[in-house]
């Protein structure tokens, strides 16, 4: 194989991921806050279940299996990390089903933050970012709100509000 095409070398594709997320947002209609991305993953076809996470797997966030198709969530999380969980593993399930299948697959922890630099993580997490928060609905709702309002308006946390208004304006 081509050095070039191994996995190691993988880097994020983040013109990919937007196109595939405008992509979604035009097939579902999406045009308002918030966006609620278990109604989108059952509209692909994926299952979304809230399962308990119990012992040593409690700290567990939620994982996508391929083989069944279904974005697995801890019941026990904060809606708001349930809905980016959901996010994140549907970006895995939309770019990576097959990269899923393998050894380098981690499921989301909560807490984590070893896998951050992994080039599918960022993927994963740009998708979610993307999804839940794009960039026409905060050209829209971001004058005059502040970050809580936003949070609250788009039901995501306030870091991801700031990390979307940082990448997208600078601010
Ligand atoms: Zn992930």
């Known amino acids: 194989m081509n050095a070039l095409l191994k996995p190691e070398n993988f880097k994020p ?5 937007k196109r595939e997320v405008s992509k979604i947002h035009d097939q579902f209609s999406i045009e308002d806050p918030p966006v609620n991305p278990a109604e989108i993953a059952e509209g692909l076809g994926i299952d979304v279940c809230f399962v308990e996470f119990t012992g040593e797997h409690s700290k567990i966030s939620g994982f996508y299996d391929p083989e069944d198709n279904t974005i697995y969530v801890n019941k026990h999380e904060f809606p708001l990390r349930q ?3 959901i996010a994140h593993e549907l970006g895995h399930a939309v770019l990576h089903r097959e990269w899923a299948r393998g050894d380098g697959y981690r499921v989301l922890m909560r807490d984590d933050t070893t896998d951050l630099g992994e080039p599918h993580e960022k993927e994963a997490n740009a998708f979610a970012a993307h ?3 794009p960039r026409a609905m905060l050209d829209v709702y971001h004058p005059g709100l502040s ?3 936003l949070s609250r308006l788009f039901a995501v946390s306030v870091p991801m509000i700031k990390n979307r208004m940082s990448f997208e304006y600078g601010l």
């Open 147 to 149: 970050e809580q309002d």
């Open 13 to 17: 594709n983040y013109s990919l991921v």
């Open 83 to 85: 809905t980016f969980t």
């Open 131 to 133: 999804l839940l928060v």
